[in-house]
T-cell receptor, first 115, second 111 residues
Framework: DGGITQSPKYLFRKEGQNVTLSCEQN?????MYWYRQDPGQGLRLIYYSQIVNDFQKGDIAEGYSVSREKKESFPLTVTSAQKNPTAFYLC??????????????FGPGTRLLVL | KNEVEQSPQNLTAQEGEFITINCSYSVGISALHWLQQHPGGGIVSLFMLSSGKKKHGRLIATINIQEKHSSLHITASHPRDSAVYICAVSKKAEYGNKLVFGAGTILRVKS
């Protein structure tokens, strides 16, 4: 079955700690995205990547970092610089990328909580 | 003011009722998407449309470009339709088209 997987489902972060959220897709999609969802707000774009070894900041990139070393994988690191990291994080992918009108396919999400 | 507004925020219906969720936007768009988010958090794309009307099973989506408005209709609603329905518009950004999301409509269908 093709799809997007995210792990872990729940993640706890201590003060000053960096944590990494995993996102893997086997859809052979070029483009991948990270969104943040807060209660009562729409999803907001953190980072996106249209091709391996390239990525761009979205609207709320501060305090986050990403890498795209493989087509299938787009991990997101929430750094200690992100002062309000508690949120639901969603990874998505699409066939070609942000310049095209196309459906995005979403993973099941990771809920990050601060201890 | 948000660029994408949905109404209502919360909706409770009885099984079998006809349901309408509305989406208004204030920017020029190239497409509009309707998404469904299940209680566990996963999101599924329902429709992408740029004009007219699309139908899939009991779901119907319409868009009026001149009025900057879209509606999602559910006919013969069922408890399994309970979810958050999200409207998103595709607008031009410096790096291409980006999706701007509404806050979602929480739908609960009671049996």
């Amino acid at each position: 079955d093709g799809g997007i997987t995210q792990s872990p489902k729940y993640l706890f972060r201590k003060e000053g700690q960096n944590v990494t959220l995993s996102c893997e897709q086997n859809l052979n999609h070029d483009a991948m995205y990270w969104y943040r969802q807060d209660p009562g707000q729409g999803l907001r774009l953190i980072y996106y990547s249209q091709i391996v070894n390239d990525f761009q900041k979205g609207d709320i990139a501060e305090g986050y970092s990403v890498s795209r070393e493989k087509k299938e994988s787009f991990p997101l690191t929430v750094t200690s610089a992100q002062k309000n990291p508690t949120a639901f994080y969603l990874c998505a992918s699409s066939i070609e990328g942000i310049g095209h009108q196309e459906t995005q396919y979403f993973g099941p999400g990771t809920r990050l909580l601060v201890l | 003011k948000n660029e994408v507004e949905q109404s209502p925020q919360n909706l409770t219906a009885q099984e079998g009722e006809f349901i309408t969720i509305n989406c208004s936007y204030s920017v020029g768009i190239s497409a509009l998407h309707w998404l469904q988010q299940h209680p566990g958090g996963g999101i599924v794309s329902l429709f992408m449309l740029s004009s007219g009307k699309k139908k899939h099973g009991r779901l119907i989506a319409t868009i009026n470009i001149q009025e900057k408005h879209s509606s999602l209709h559910i006919t013969a609603s069922h408890p399994r339709d309970s979810a958050v329905y999200i409207c998103a518009v595709s607008k031009k950004a410096e790096y291409g088209n980006k999706l701007v999301f509404g806050a979602g409509t929480i739908l609960r269908v009671k049996s």
